[in-house]
């Protein structure tokens, strides 16, 4: 009976949805830097998702018997302020805090509108191809003629400085390099056989797009939308800096950054602090995207 069970078991097929995530963690997690990537990801996440049990304070609450307070471990801090306070008495820690959401958000809304609309342009660029491919690739063309932050800088300068107006602007600069891999993948999909397979059955063309092609062209968009998450945090805190993103007092760490540079000298902490969250927080979505690339591309397996 024991024999008979075990060989069941063994003979028991395995999910193939459950097979591709273990492929894919295993690749994944080949790569160490990913996987810390990935960890500290999670952790601001988590960060973010709980701030307001987090955070000792509110993000703009005020203190004014305590202004400029260095971190604890300096002379002259205040014990109720960990990191310190900024000019106006605000606990840096707290900003902090709140601050990931905003970054997180950014991310989010940048790239899922980038990934959407891109998606939709290069699937009618690649499918329909002729003129209409032209003409999408060169006003795709146009825009990455022109620097992305400069661009960004141009459309908040004409739609008005705001944190929408920011994420609009970055998600238009990020569109076209969705637009071109999903052309790209496109045009090598839709001459192999299982596409001409079910446009021969009667598959109509927006079937054939979505349904057919899209799932197959999925991997380098997924890359490409975890390299440009960062990218759109690096963005909106340059423009936060230049006084065109969110504007004062958002706790966004470009505006901090912003707020705090007459300071320099003789506050380090209100600068170091902001740029610090954004280094490691870049950094780390950065890792994770090194990984995705060398789980998802078959190229960079290891046999």
Not at 63 to 85: C, I, M, N, S, V
Not at 201 to 222: D, E
């Amino acid at each position: 009976m024991a024999d008979t069970s075990t060989t069941a078991a063994a003979a028991k097929p395995v999910d193939p949805r459950l097979a591709v995530l273990r492929e894919f963690w295993f690749y994944f997690s080949e790569n160490r830097g990913a996987v810390i990537g990935l960890w500290v990801f999670l952790f601001v996440v988590a960060i973010a998702v709980f701030a307001d049990l987090i955070a000792p304070y509110g993000a703009i609450d005020q203190y004014r018997d305590a202004l400029l307070k260095p971190p604890f471990w300096q002379e002259g801090a205040d014990p109720r302020f960990l990191l310190g306070t900024d000019a106006v008495g605000r606990d840096m820690l707290s900003r902090l805090i709140y601050g990931s959401r905003f970054s997180l958000f950014v991310g989010c809304i940048v790239v899922s509108g980038a990934l959407v609309v891109g998606v939709v342009v290069g699937l009618i660029a690649g499918y329909a191809g002729g003129r209409i491919d032209t003409l999408i690739m060169r006003l795709m063309d146009i825009i990455l003629a022109f620097p992305s932050l400069l661009l960004a800088l141009a459309l908040v300068a004409v739609l008005g400085p705001s944190l929408v107006n920011a994420m609009i602007a970055i998600a238009i600069v990020q569109q076209p390099h969705y637009v071109r891999l999903t052309r790209a993948a496109v045009l090598s999909e839709k001459t192999k056989d299982y596409v001409v397979a079910a446009r021969v059955a009667g598959a109509r063309p927006l079937r054939l797009m979505f349904v057919t092609i899209l799932p197959n062209c999925l991997s380098p968009l997924i890359v490409q939308a975890a390299l440009s998450f960062s990218t759109a945090i690096l963005d909106a805190a340059a423009l936060g800096f230049l006084g065109m993103g969110a504007q004062p007092p958002t706790p966004e760490w470009g505006t901090m950054l912003a707020e705090a540079r007459e300071f320099i000298l003789r506050a380090w902490w209100v600068v170091t602090f902001p740029g610090l969250a954004i280094l490691i927080t870049v950094l780390a979505i950065n890792l994770m995207g090194d990984g995705l690339r060398d789980a998802l591309d078959p190229k960079l397996k290891r046999s």
